[in-house]
């Protein structure tokens, strides 16, 4: 099995979970030293012939370094797929005989297919927000939310409010079109194999920044304790959670599906699904209290490599107490770098901010201690928007209530965006 560090979740698996894994980086990058500091040299596979700023994508891995011929040389058949997979990735495992730990790539695409999902909420009568079609009148009165079908988060999203906004042209058949609700966005993982065996996560929030009232950039998760919503409000979000079990046992769909929903009124009204892993997942895989299942990490990859879970049917939500959250900082293409932070471990006392170790053990052995994570490797402009730094802490870095940054998430936010960027 082999892993790229560049995906997070190998960072906070513990040693029994990473046995009989390898790590793979990028050669001469800052993730390359980290991963020396915290891995086995036995363990590590070091690529050569990709050189980027940040970011290098899972296909660049793929068609743009000697990943091929390392797997080959260590005898390694299964590889973890970060986020999406593709018809070309797919067709590059197959004649290289290699088993990617990954949702196959045509239920991927129909799952996060926004319009075909919303046909799946209805066709299996679970609570989502009223769908607009292109017979509909929409009222003045009204904000609508308008995303293109095969959108990936806040991208393809727009707000329309029909006396306010400037007149948009909706292709009604390529585009998802529904009545906005307020009220608190949420997130949940849903863990299924291809015998039928489920568990869930726990509940986050979605953090974001807002424009007009309206979400507008993503900024992180909050993971919420179990009895931050009243029992009444989980017993609804429990119904709606085992109808898309069903749902998605009527899809044959098999791997972590993330799901996002949000609260209205007391009320959960499912919004899309994320077939993949995600920024929870980190969390999810190294924290046993954030599911029901006893090792998500390992029913993730028996999924895959036909090895039979232990049985678990189980959609009731996890109790735990857990308040940790994973905060992006985001900036603008051609935003210039001025300084490459290490990769690791800190921790914020007093009015400061100090780089404590890039051994990961030093993690939790103190208070109010962090951890940092990018991709960048010099000081180049990247031509694209990109997440400059991850803070991932066991500490809450967002007001639960508002999801806004609370003071040490806002600390943090400042500090290092300002060290990343200052002269």
């Not at 009527?250 to 899309?272: C, M, Q, T």
Request: with cysteine.
């Amino acid at each position: 099995m082999a892993l790229w560090l560049n995906m997070i979740e190998p960072i906070f698996l513990d040693k029994q979970n990473l046995a009989g894994c390898y790590i793979f980086v990028v050669k001469k990058s800052v993730l390359a030293d980290f991963a020396a500091k915290n891995y086995p040299a036995e363990k590590l596979i070091f690529l050569n012939g990709l050189e980027t700023a940040a970011g290098p994508s899972f296909h660049d891995i793929v068609f743009k370094t000697d990943l091929v011929s390392q797997l080959k040389q260590e005898g390694i058949k299964c590889l973890v797929i970060p986020h999406r997979s593709s018809e070309e990735i797919e067709r590059w495992a197959k004649s290289n005989k290699i088993r990617l730990v990954v949702t196959p790539w045509k239920k991927q695409q129909q799952l996060e297919d926004k319009k075909y999902f919303d046909r799946l909420l209805k066709k299996f009568k679970i609570e989502s927000p009223r769908t607009v079609s292109a017979k509909d009148r929409l009222d003045n009165c009204k904000t609508y939310v308008v995303q293109e079908k095969n959108s990936f988060g806040m991208f393809g999203t727009k707000f329309y409010q029909p006396d306010k906004s400037p007149k948009l042209d909706i292709d009604y058949k390529n585009t998802l079109v529904r009545e906005f609700l307020p009220g608190p966005s949420a997130g949940i993982s849903i863990f299924i194999d291809a015998d039928g065996n489920y568990f869930l996560s726990g509940l986050r929030r979605q953090c974001f920044t807002y424009k007009n009232g309206f979400p507008e950039t993503f900024l992180g998760i909050q993971w919420l304790p179990d009895n931050f919503f009243p029992e009444s409000t989980n017993k609804k979000i429990g119904l709606e959670i085992k109808k898309l079990i069903d749902s998605l046992l009527y899809s044959k769909f098999s791997g972590v599906a993330n799901i996002d929903f949000l609260i209205h009124e007391g009320n959960p009204y499912v919004l899309e699904c994320n077939p993949r892993l995600s920024s929870a997942t980190p969390q999810i895989f190294s924290l046993a209290e954030l599911t029901s299942g006893k090792n998500a990490w390992q029913f993730f990859l028996n999924t895959f490599q036909k090895i039979p879970n232990r049985g678990i049917k189980d959609n009731k939500l996890p109790r735990h107490n857990f308040s940790g959250s994973l905060l992006d900082i985001d900036v603008p293409a051609k935003t210039p770098i001025r300084k490459i932070l290490p990769v690791g471990v800190y921790e914020a006392g007093g009015r400061k901010i100090k780089f404590v170790s890039e051994d990961m053990r030093f993690f939790t052995s103190g208070k109010n201690r962090f951890f940092l994570f990018h991709e960048l490797s010099d000081t180049r402009v990247i031509d694209r928007d990109f997440t400059l730094a991850t803070l991932i802490s066991n500490l809450p870095l967002f007001n639960m209530k508002s999801g806004s940054l609370n003071h040490l998430g806002k600390k943090l936010y400042d500090y290092f965006k300002k060290e990343f960027l200052r002269n």
